[in-house]
C-alpha cells in the first residue's frame, strides 16, 4: 500500500483544515488507518485511527472533540477533519496503515509522506 497525504497548510488559531490520505491498491479496505503527528524536537504521536469499516474511531485526548477521522473505501482515501486548531497542533502530520487496531506506530506497516500543519497565534 502506498500513502499520499495533503491537505496541509498554514491556518490562524481557531482554524480548521481537512487532510486527506490516498492509498493506492485494491485492499485498502483491509487495513486500518490511523494519523499520527510530529512536531519539531518531539517523537512521534497518535492522533487518531479508524478501523476498517470506519464503524469505530480512536483519539487522543489532545484532539479529543476536535479532530474528527473518517475514511471513503470507494475512494481509498481517510481524512482528519481539525477544527478548533491551536498552535501546539502544529507538526508533521502523517497517515499510516495497519492490519490490527491499535495506536502504537511501530505496528503500523505503511507510511505516507507526511504533510506539514502550521497553527500562527
Known amino acids: 500500500v502506498q500513502l499520499q497525504a495533503s491537505g496541509g497548510g498554514l491556518v490562524e488559531a481557531g482554524g480548521s483544515l481537512r487532510l486527506s490520505c490516498a492509498a493506492s491498491g485494491r485492499t485498502f479496505s483491509s487495513y486500518v488507518m490511523g494519523w499520527f503527528r510530529q512536531a519539531p524536537g518531539k517523537e512521534r504521536e497518535f492522533v487518531a485511527v479508524?478501523?476498517?469499516?470506519?464503524?469505530?474511531?480512536y483519539y487522543a485526548d489532545s484532539v479529543k472533540g476536535r479532530f474528527t477521522i473518517s475514511r471513503d473505501n470507494a475512494k481509498n482515501t481517510v481524512y482528519l477533519q481539525m477544527i478548533s486548531l491551536k498552535p501546539e497542533d502544529t507538526a508533521v502530520y502523517y497517515c499510516?496503515?495497519?492490519?490490527?487496531?491499535?495506536?502504537?506506530?511501530?505496528?503500523?506497516?505503511?507510511w505516507g509522506q507526511g504533510t506539514l500543519v502550521t497553527v500562527s497565534s
Open positions: 499510516a496503515a495497519c492490519r490490527t487496531y491499535g495506536i502504537l506506530a511501530n505496528k503500523y506497516e505503511y
Open positions: 479508524i478501523n476498517w469499516s470506519g464503524g469505530n474511531t
